[in-house]
């Protein structure tokens, strides 16, 4: 077998869970982790049949292929102590030598730079939801290539880019930049300008965005007379010359600008953090505690705190729940009748129309955390 190159913690599987809903007390999770290694090559069925899955998961069983079959690899992964190979064309199949031939190569990076300013989303169609836009210029990394899209990291976030406006680049990964001090609390300022968000602290560096005259950011760190700042779900810096100290009061529009930021991050059931994932409920935890609100835990929880809102009344930052015979979903109302939301496994954070969900539930009902 050839040498394969270890890529990244991509997923923490949940194996057993049991919520007592009479008590409402967590009794326990067990996970077990799942590492993948990027790898390219092919794999031959030997059995005379054998199943494919749907995600990373054993039990996610979707189709049957047939001895002689071949397909391209992308990925090799351990779920729950075994091996399982993950094939370009988006389904997984064991690695199990006694079913499968498989040659393996060793992948190493590949870098392009955009063309122009190209949107990076959830998946390989336009008909996918933009988790941000990519700058004329910019270096991305490049993960894996699908029907004339590739799958790029960018900025820490990682999603799909059609290949026609990305070209080859001639330059290694840039040097990560020297890490800013932090800022030590919560610290919003608004622009006394129209004003550049740029990739780095200086004007060399390429513009992500312009934010209006009078816009709110959130200070995230300084260095140099520069602001490392978060604006509409952004990161990027922008001229302290040009930022006045704002009222510390935390707003629907800060919940809404923060959350943005995690558009792309994948669902896990069960998931806390940007770097596991998250469920519905885990996000919305997320983003209030870092402005230091306390929310409960559990999605039907956090539809019985704070204020009743009717959904005529909506603002961004509002918190929207839904079920059927109890509330099983919940999501942040981000304003024009869209919610960003966790939406269910194998799927990513996303902006969501409400029509459906208000349609489709017999449960629906809003609550305000922020006054």
Same mark, same amino acid.
């Given at each position: 077998?050839?040498?394969?190159?270890?890529?990244?913690?991509?997923?923490?599987?949940?194996?057993?869970?049991?919520?007592?809903?009479?008590?409402?007390?967590?009794?326990?999770?067990?996970?077990?982790?799942?590492?993948?290694?990027?790898?390219?090559?092919?794999?031959?069925?030997?059995?005379?049949?054998?199943?494919?899955?749907?995600?990373?998961?054993?039990?996610?069983?979707?189709?049957?292929?047939?001895?002689?079959?071949?397909?391209?690899?992308?990925?090799?992964?351990?779920?729950?102590?075994?091996?399982?190979?993950?094939?370009?064309?988006?389904?997984?199949?064991?690695?199990?030598?006694?079913?499968?031939?498989?040659?393996?190569?060793?992948?190493?990076?590949?870098?392009?730079?955009?063309?122009?300013?190209?949107?990076?989303?959830?998946?390989?169609?336009?008909?996918?939801?933009?988790?941000?836009?990519?700058?004329?210029?910019?270096?991305?990394?490049?993960?894996?290539?699908?029907?004339?899209?590739?799958?790029?990291?960018?900025?820490?976030?990682?999603?799909?880019?059609?290949?026609?406006?990305?070209?080859?680049?001639?330059?290694?990964?840039?040097?990560?930049?020297?890490?800013?001090?932090?800022?030590?609390?919560?610290?919003?300022?608004?622009?006394?300008?129209?004003?550049?968000?740029?990739?780095?602290?200086?004007?060399?560096?390429?513009?992500?965005?312009?934010?209006?005259?009078?816009?709110?950011?959130?200070?995230?760190?300084?260095?140099?007379?520069?602001?490392?700042?978060?604006?509409?779900?952004?990161?990027?810096?922008?001229?302290? +010359? #040009?930022?006045?100290?704002?009222? *510390?009061?935390?707003? !629907?529009? %800060?919940?809404?600008?923060?959350? @943005?930021?995690?558009? /792309?991050? +994948? #669902?896990?059931?069960?998931?806390? *953090?940007?770097?596991? !994932?998250? %469920?519905?409920?885990?996000?919305? @935890?997320?983003?209030? /505690?870092?402005?230091?609100?306390?929310?409960?835990?559990?999605?039907?929880?956090?539809?019985?705190?704070?204020?009743?809102?009717?959904?005529?009344?909506?603002?961004?930052?509002?918190?929207?729940?839904?079920?059927?015979?109890?509330?099983?979903?919940?999501?942040?109302?981000?304003?024009?009748?869209?919610?960003?939301?966790?939406?269910?496994?194998?799927?990513?954070?996303?902006?969501?129309?409400?029509?459906?969900?208000?349609?489709?539930?017999?449960?629906?009902?809003?609550?305000?955390?922020?006054?």
């Amino acid at each position: 077998m050839k040498n394969f190159k270890l890529k990244k913690l991509i997923a923490t599987a949940i194996l057993a869970s049991v919520i007592t809903t009479t008590s409402g007390t967590f009794q326990g999770r067990d996970t077990a982790s799942v590492y993948a290694a990027e790898i390219a090559g092919s794999v031959t069925v030997t059995a005379g049949s054998l199943w494919t899955y749907a995600r990373a998961d054993w039990n996610a069983k979707t189709q049957v292929v047939n001895r002689g079959d071949s397909f391209s690899l992308s990925e090799k992964i351990v779920v729950d102590g075994r091996e399982m190979y993950g094939l370009t064309n988006g389904l997984y199949i064991t690695a199990n030598p006694a079913y499968i031939q498989a040659d393996e190569v060793e992948v190493a990076s590949s870098y392009k730079t955009t063309t122009e300013n190209l949107n990076m989303r959830t998946g390989n169609s336009t008909s996918y939801g933009i988790i941000l836009t990519i700058p004329k210029g910019s270096q991305v990394e490049v993960l894996s290539t699908l029907n004339g899209w590739d799958q790029v990291t960018y900025n820490g976030k990682t999603g799909w880019a059609s290949a026609k406006y990305l070209t080859a680049s001639a330059v290694s990964a840039p040097a990560p930049a020297p890490a800013p001090a932090p800022v030590s609390s919560v610290t919003f300022k608004n622009t006394t300008h129209n004003l550049n968000m740029r990739t780095g602290n200086s004007t060399d560096h390429s513009v992500l965005l312009t934010i209006p005259q009078g816009g709110r950011v959130e200070v995230l760190a300084s260095m140099n007379g520069w602001d490392q700042v978060l604006y509409n779900g952004q990161i990027g810096w922008s001229s302290a +010359k #040009y930022l006045t100290a704002a009222s *510390s009061q935390v707003t !629907g529009e %800060d919940i809404v600008s923060y959350a @943005k930021q995690f558009l /792309g991050v +994948k #669902y896990t059931w069960g998931g806390n *953090s940007p770097e596991e !994932g998250f %469920d519905c409920s885990g996000i919305i @935890k997320y983003v209030y /505690g870092h402005y230091g609100i306390t929310t409960p835990r559990v999605s039907r929880y956090q539809a019985t705190f704070g204020e009743e809102v009717s959904m005529d009344a909506l603002r961004p930052g509002d918190l929207i729940y839904f079920g059927r015979d109890t509330v099983t979903h919940i999501g942040i109302y981000v304003g024009g009748n869209d919610m960003l939301h966790a939406p269910e496994p194998g799927k990513f954070v996303e902006i969501k129309d409400l029509t459906w969900h208000v349609n489709n539930y017999r449960i629906v009902g809003a609550r305000r955390y922020i006054k």
